[in-house]
């Protein structure tokens, strides 16, 4: 069924406030995202920052009163607030065939394609095809800090390694890196639906016999090859000493999620414990590779 969306600028409004006006007045879900293309870094625990920017789309049913609802946010928040909030209908749609229709085999290096199901590469002799499913794919290689990890895996494949994939995401990683011969694969994240997704993906792909799935603090005492963390530079500093006990003498770390700006704070966190190679960016984002000391 088509829905009403509602869309406003929060301008100097508690975005947090405002999303529960709309989820008392009915909302079925709102969204907040950034109106200004501002970088939103980790944050600190226990806090939940927001852009200075920040936009608000709240979906209610068909026949929710568009006119109502502005006038009730105008009474509640003031005029100007009212007066910034766009109403439009927006029809139904298969959105998981919508994504699925937009998304194309995706080439990586030499041999390693990222595929949606029954899409098979175009070219490329005895390609490497990790096969994703839409509905679970958040991390799908779209995005340069999981481009630049993909690269590297297709560069160095880890026949025969065990691998931590620390901040599992979609489990794109994990899979990727089943798929070119690592021999057991612990994949880690703090969030359960991660974890299902990165399960679901390694089915998908039979792999799911060589993964290991689990929270970071139940992780077994024991050290790894390679040690893949594409996570955030705020975080990826504070685990700075935790992940390299992790990696055995000779073994190698892949860290992304890091913005340019922030790659000399993560060098000189993991410089006591890695020879690390030269930096290598992809649109404003880099990836640190290290052999263990």
């Not at 040690?227 to 073994?251: H, Q, Y």
Request: proline share 7%; charged share 25%.
């Amino acid at each position: 069924m088509p829905w009403l969306q509602l869309t406003l600028e929060a301008g100097d409004l508690d975005a947090e406030t405002l999303s529960d006006w709309f989820e008392g007045q009915g909302a079925v879900s709102v969204t907040l995202a950034d109106a200004a293309d501002q970088p939103l870094f980790e944050p600190d625990p226990g806090t939940t920052p927001l852009w200075s920017a920040t936009r608000l789309t709240a979906m209610f049913p068909e026949d929710a009163d568009a006119e109502a609802l502005i006038a009730g946010l105008g009474e509640s928040f003031g005029a100007d607030a009212a007066r910034r909030t766009r109403a439009s209908r927006l029809e139904d749609r298969d959105w998981a065939r919508v994504w699925l229709d937009q998304f194309r085999p995706m080439q990586f290096g030499e041999r390693l394609w990222v595929c949606p199901a029954g899409k098979p590469p175009p070219h490329g002799e005895d390609p490497v095809i990790v096969d994703l499913d839409p509905g679970l794919a958040f991390g799908t290689g779209t995005h340069a800090t999981t481009s630049l990890c993909l690269q590297w895996l297709d560069a160095h494949p880890p026949r025969d390694r065990e691998v931590l994939d620390y901040g599992s995401g979609s489990g794109i990683l994990a899979v990727a890196a089943l798929k070119l011969g690592a021999r057991e694969l612990w994949a880690v994240d703090i969030d359960e639906q991660a974890l299902l997704s990165t399960r679901d993906n390694a089915t998908r792909n039979r792999v799911e016999s060589r993964l290991h799935t689990g929270y970071p603090d139940r992780l077994p005492a024991r050290r790894f090859d390679l040690l893949l963390a594409n996570i955030l530079a705020n975080p990826l500093i504070e685990l700075a000493a935790d992940l390299a006990a992790r990696v055995k003498p000779g073994g190698d770390i892949v860290l992304s999620g890091i913005l340019a700006a922030q790659a000399r704070a993560v060098r000189e966190a993991y410089a006591p414990w890695f020879r690390l190679a030269e930096t290598v960016e992809l649109d404003g984002w880099v990836r640190l590779h290290g052999e263990r000391i």
